[in-house]
């Protein structure tokens, strides 16, 4: 110490530590020289006394002036040493840096000042304290005091200069710097760290978009950010990642894909829409990569199919048509059960486009990959029997087609007829409302022989006789009155000369017998009038109700339809007259 002392007079440190800048200023520059002489000699050892004295006794001293002295004469021995700074840098680099922590808005301003006359110097050498240098100025960006944050912001722009012309610089130790403090809300460290993203993407020696899965959530989370500013920055540097993205030589889709996923469901807007567009994109040039995250990303397009946003729409129906035309094999990571788990969860979902849209994608992997799906049909049947009491009628047509498709396995079409047997039971209303419909798209989906056998068969055995009643009603008007039932009701009126027609009668007498109205109305179809006129005769044996005669009024309309015609031109006397004939438009 005693050496630097002897080197550096007294009238020179003291002015260093005065309270007015120009005394430390001229101090300053008076050291430069002595260092400069020092330098152009070879004293490095007397240059390292000096540098020490500054250290100690004024950047680390507790008065503000000498601090804000000892950091003048810091950068002013920088400069005198010229070439050859980066011996000593490692004695000046720290107590430099450790001021940018002071209380005192002044010393915080001159370690700026000092960092930025020292980098000037050393350039890219100064590298090696990047990381420190980077945390500084992050904090710096957001000082309390404006001179302060407009030293730093000069200084971090002569940072960016030498970091993107240095050789040196280590993305691989940045990036987790920057992660870490890209979910500060702080809106001047968001503005600061989108511009250091933006700068380090424009070089091209630094591979940014290898990096990107470290950093895009944290450029989305500012897309939600209160200033216009920093979403227009942050959407600005989205937008350029996506274009290269287009053409990358190594992108990893699946990391990428999972942010994506995330932020699909942001309650933010514009996060949702600027995430669904880069679904989208990835769908396209994504290939092989993408296959494994399918499910992860149906999950997150099915809810935006119904979002109160037009322009997310949109993009979402873009991107299913897109991920439904992707021929994906099983063999090469498509997960089916997990598409499956995604389409089953959205069947509840409360908006009627995500259920629809939920059926179409099991609809075609029945149709691409149905050994696979039937292997997970455990996990999916009771939920898409459920959705057959879906509020809308557009959904329950289409769950009618899943369990079309499903149902050509004997097994799983008894199951679908037991289930909706015992909802109708449970629910009288459905039926009402629904039963006809329900009924005639399934004939209309299969056979009608083998849907009504199935129903025959099942009401057969119910207990509740009243219910039975109501269904073997409810499938008789069906019968009797729909064109989808048009063969079987010719087949019915063979039935006294066809073995075929003949069995089919037989099959839904059984449980016809239930409803006096239905096996009636059976009976006249299939043209067995002696058994009609029996059962009619026998009714008079019955108590004769409300229920009863409400019935038989049904009956009577049928009668007068026009599926009944022959049979009024028989009993007309246009063709054989027979006991039924009589019995109806003479009794009656």
């Not at 702080?186 to 990096?211: A, C, H, K």
Request: aromatic fraction near 8%.
């Amino acid at each position: 110490m005693a050496d630097a002392m002897s080197i550096i007079p007294v009238s020179v440190l003291r002015n260093l530590a005065d309270k007015l800048y120009e005394k430390r200023k001229n101090a300053a520059l008076e050291i430069e020289g002595i260092v400069k002489q020092l330098a152009q000699t070879g004293e490095h050892d007397k240059i390292t006394s000096v540098i020490n004295l500054l250290v100690t006794e004024f950047t680390y001293s507790p008065q503000a002036n000498h601090r804000k002295g000892g950091l003048l004469g810091l950068a002013a021995a920088t400069v005198g040493l010229s070439s050859e700074a980066a011996r000593h840098l490692e004695q000046i680099g720290p107590p430099v840096l450790n001021s940018f922590l002071d209380q005192d808005n002044s010393v915080r301003f001159y370690a700026c000042e000092a960092l930025y006359n020292i980098a000037k110097v050393v350039r890219g050498d100064f590298i090696v304290y990047f990381n420190q240098i980077f945390d500084a100025l992050c904090k710096l960006s957001a000082d309390s005091d404006a001179n302060v944050q407009s030293a730093a912001h000069l200084l971090d722009r002569l940072v960016k200069d030498i970091v993107t012309e240095s050789d040196q610089f280590s993305i691989e130790e940045f990036i987790p710097l920057l992660r870490e403090r890209l979910h500060v809300l702080n809106p001047y460290v968001r503005q600061f760290l989108v511009s250091w993203i933006t700068v380090l993407d424009g070089v091209p020696e630094i591979d940014m978009l290898g990096f990107l899965p470290d950093f895009l959530d944290g450029l989305f989370n500012m897309l939600s950010d209160s200033s216009h500013e920093i979403r227009q920055q942050a959407d600005s540097v989205l937008s350029e990642f996506l274009q290269e993205i287009k053409n990358p030589p190594n992108v990893d889709y699946g990391r990428l894909a999972e942010i994506l996923v995330q932020r699909a469901t942001s309650p933010d807007e514009f996060t949702r829409l600027t995430s669904i567009t880069w679904i989208n994109e990835f769908v396209k040039v994504g290939g092989d990569q993408l296959v494994p995250y399918y499910a992860d990303v149906l999950g997150a397009i099915l809810p935006c199919l119904s979002d109160k946003e037009e322009k997310i729409r949109v993009v979402a129906r873009e991107t299913n048509e897109e991920l439904r035309a992707i021929s994906a094999d099983p063999a090469e990571g498509f997960d089916i059960g997990a598409i499956l788990s995604v389409a089953r969860r959205q069947l509840t979902s409360e908006f009627e486009a995500t259920r629809l849209e939920s059926l179409h994608w099991i609809r075609t992997l029945l149709a691409r990959h149905r050994p696979e799906v039937i292997t997970y049909l455990n996990d999916i049947f009771d939920s898409l029997l459920r959705a057959l009491a879906d509020p809308s009628d557009e959904v329950v047509l289409l769950v009618l087609e899943v369990h079309a498709c499903i149902a050509e396995d004997a097994q799983h079409f008894h199951h679908l007829v037991v289930f909706l047997i015992h909802t109708f039971r449970s629910n009288h209303v459905l039926l009402e409302k629904r039963g006809i419909m329900i009924v005639r798209q399934l004939c209309f989906l299969l056979n009608a022989e083998r849907v009504y056998r199935e129903f025959s068969e099942i009401l057969e055995a119910e207990k509740d006789f009243d219910f039975a009643s109501t269904m073997v009603q409810a499938l008789t008007l069906i019968l009797l009155t729909s064109t989808e039932l048009f063969s079987l009701r010719n087949l019915l009126k063979q039935s006294l000369m066809n073995p075929a027609g003949k069995d089919l009668f037989l099959c839904l007498y059984s449980s016809w017998c239930h409803s006096p109205m239905g096996m009636i109305s059976l009976c006249l179809l299939a043209q067995a009038y002696h058994h009609a006129s029996a059962v009619i005769q026998s009714l008079g044996e019955e108590d004769i109700n409300v229920k009863f005669l409400m019935q038989l009024d049904k009956l009577i309309r049928l009668l007068e339809a026009p599926i009944f015609t022959y049979l009024r031109l028989q009993g007309c006397g246009l063709a054989s007259p027979n006991l039924l004939g009589n019995f109806f438009f003479g009794e009656l």
